[in-house]
């Protein structure tokens, strides 16, 4: 069986812990020899370029979870990770000491900008990477382009104007991704949220061949807005999608009126999206009406209602590579490829 | 007092220790006010590129070793150092694996590339990072442009040829000179040395005023060959050598016939000066003979005649910077300077 599956960071990579579960292999490490193909086609609009350190969240996340090297506990990075680097960076002054960098993915980091500065390919390098850590599976950057999401929200730094009236918006600042999430946890209110530079981007190598072969199409329970969004704004993901013979089945990031993990629910209201299973579903929307979805998962407690979509209610908590592959089963059966 | 010394890594960094103490300031950490001014113009040869990092021996060993950060039992790089990055490079077969980079010096390498890479000029970068550190002198690198020590030696790769026919060099190759002291441990026969790129290097700011307006120019008991040697070959600075109302005076790294650390009997050889002390004041020769000295320290139980030029006799091991006080004591009193 070939499954393709759009996946942002921490959750997408314990969605695709259970996807490998499903298909039977181990959860951590390296793929034993089957029939089967997986391909995780990954966020990479959370980059970010800090100390001249080409970063990568998502495809970190995915890489290192899926590999057995991540911290379980903290959900990302490196587990017996060490901070020395940031203290010593943080003793120089240096920029965005509100951005952890542990001193073993530091050095994925380095691996990955001499890559890129001597002109290979984000997906060049992402396979490079993974020869090392063998995730067992075929993971691939959404685009080899630049593309960042920046969101623009009053300018915290502003200073205060007396004179201006109540109710009216101070100057505007556009801050990257990593800023308003990490620096500022989502608090300040987002006036609108893009992936800059996703226009004019193309699809890595394999992307659009992983969909149109896949017997199965997955959207992982990832943020809508800030991990899936950039996926499906790159010109051609979604068309492939809406193109492809694969069912396209989505699982629903937010369970009651609250995202499982992270602040979804901000980016939600950002775009005008109601924060509930619904108004993620119908945000997707059908594949028979310009949207991507076929079938829609959703918590056993939830309701939606997505016009064309099958929705099908599963527990939806990733508490462990088992129960996560029970949800992909029950991708599976939703759309009767079981 | 003005003292300019012209200095390499750890050889140097020692003897600047004995410099502060000279003029009564604290061995370690920053000068006091006072009328003294010490610049130290220090070797930039030795630095490499590795991991897209802007790697400064010679200016870190002093950097570190002056505010006391060093650790002066290895004699490079930062005390209380950990090495995590370097075993992380390593599992993914990253280059260079003979070269160190601790973990906390790493933070000094990001810090300098990205400032590097944003147009600052080395000797920019090096004065914001002593901000952090306070060395208690000027250090100045001996230029912003980019010279390379490089070494020309049989190729150890080489396939053998059975066709070669015996004492005939097998091809050659030029290898950093980091490569050939660290990685070969210098024990591949230089065929040359060569600090490339100096011809077409300045100066940096302030090394050139720096000599011209010192009371007392000392050359450091560094080694002549990679250390010195690439200094007094950006063109001016010997030059400013022979032309400065200061006297000059430099100190043996040779004691007998072997270097007191390092290889430099090994560079020696290579450029065809004998390993000794006369063999090293007859290699920098007399300020009035088209050299660089007027006077020149020697071990008390060497003998050394270099025309021109005054030798004394003093204890040249510095085993502490109150020792190396004395050494700098003794390079005053032979010009009568004291």
Known sequence: MRIAVLAGGVGGAKFL??????????AFGPAPADEHLITAIVNTADDIRLHNLQICPDLDSCMYTLSGVSDR??????????????????????E?????????????????????????????VTDALCRRWQPGLTLLPMTDDR?????????????????????????????????????YQAKLPALSISPIGAEESTPAPGVLDAIAEADLVLIAPSNPVVSVGPILAVPGIADALRATAAP????????????VRGHADKCLEAVGVPVSAQGVGRHYGARSDGGVLDAFLI????????????????PLLMTDPEHTAEMVAACVQVVGRG
Chains 1, 2 share one sequence.
């Open 73 to 94: 506990q903290r959900g990302w990075g490196r587990a017996d990770e060490t901070w020395t680097v940031s203290g010593e960076l943080a003793g120089y002054d240096a």
């Open 17 to 26: 812990l259970g996807v490998k579960r499903y298909l039977g292999r181990p």
């Open 299 to 314: 918590a056993p407690d939830d309701r939606a209602t997505v016009p064309g979509v099958t929705v099908a209610g599963q």
């Open 248 to 259: 396209v089945v989505g699982v629903s990031p937010i369970i009651g009126a609250a995202p």
């Open 147 to 183: 593309v960042e999401t920046h969101v623009v929200v009053e300018d915290p730094a502003a200073a205060p104007d007396a004179d201006r009236p109540a109710g009216t918006p101070g100057p505007l600042v556009a801050l990257h991704f990593q800023e308003w999430w990490i620096r």
């Open 96 to 124: 965005a000491p509100w951005f952890s960098l542990g001193d073993r993915d530091i050095a994925t980091h380095l691996v990955r900008t001499r890559m890129l500065d001597a002109g290979y390919r984000l997906s060049d």
